[in-house]
């Protein structure tokens, strides 16, 4: 990529945007133009070939049977983990997570093969199924504010050797496995289960993302205030009693 040019790829929107989590493309896609950035957004179907030369790419979450459909297609395209291989950024929710595992168990109850981007196994959970507001802490690695969202599933994830968590959470379920840690990030791939969208809720993390495709330590300011009064109504809500 140029120094003043990005380049955006929403995967499999028709398959795996169930949840409103293109509102993620929007939100990085509007960060960027706000630092002066050329913004190439290119939304890719599940009947077209995923491009390589992307420099983020954005997963959502989805319904079983279309994240059955949209692993099956991943794998046999091939093109995310070229990119990935390529030094690009993902950065995916739900379903999507549970895709760039080894593995998790499909719309048939059977255990599906994912991309193995992220060192994580994702089974079906046996209690209730994890829903409500989630606050938690992000890894100080990553060096952002309280992460907010909403959860809304049933499946649960386990984090293997390489995978760091990518938060701790104050309340909710996260991961879903009772070890109090949500998502899970390498160098460049990232998985949540936040919904929200996530991006809306928590605006850093599109920065960190676009920090980490400029290969820059810090970006320009931007007007934060709708944001930050959406941050604060949504972590209100997580902490009081239900």
Not at 39 to 54: K, N
Not at 190 to 209: K, Q
Request: charged share 25%; hydrophobic share 35%; aromatic share 6%.
């Amino acid at each position: 990529m140029s120094d003043n040019s990005l380049r955006l790829v929403w995967v499999y929107p028709d398959l795996l945007s169930t949840y409103g989590d293109q509102g993620n493309a929007l939100v990085v896609e509007r960060r960027a133009r706000q630092r002066g950035l050329d913004v190439q957004r290119l939304d890719v179907r599940s009947d077209q070939q995923i491009p390589t030369s992307g420099d983020i790419y954005l997963i959502g979450g989805g319904e079983d049977r279309p994240q059955r459909l949209a692993s099956e297609r991943l794998i046999r395209d091939g093109g995310l983990s070229r990119a990935v291989s390529n030094g690009a950024i993902v950065f995916s929710v739900c379903a999507g997570y549970q895709i760039l595992g080894h593995e998790f168990i499909n719309d048939l109850g059977e255990r599906q093969q994912g991309l193995g981007l992220l060192d994580v196994v994702s089974t079906r959970g046996e209690g209730e199924r994890c829903v409500g507001d989630v606050l938690a802490d992000i890894d100080p690695k990553l060096g952002l504010p309280p992460l907010t969202g909403f959860e809304n599933h049933q499946g649960v994830t386990h984090l293997g050797k390489t995978a760091r968590p990518f938060a701790k959470v104050r309340f909710g379920k996260g991961n879903g496995v009772g070890d109090g840690y949500e998502g899970a990030y390498n160098d460049t791939v990232f998985g949540t289960y936040m919904h929200g969208p996530v991006m809306a809720r928590n605006p850093h993390i599109a920065d960190l993302l676009i920090k980490l495709a400029l290969d820059v330590n810090a970006l320009p300011p931007v007007d934060d205030r709708w944001y930050e009064a959406l941050r604060q109504e949504r972590i209100a809500a997580a902490t009081q009693p239900a």
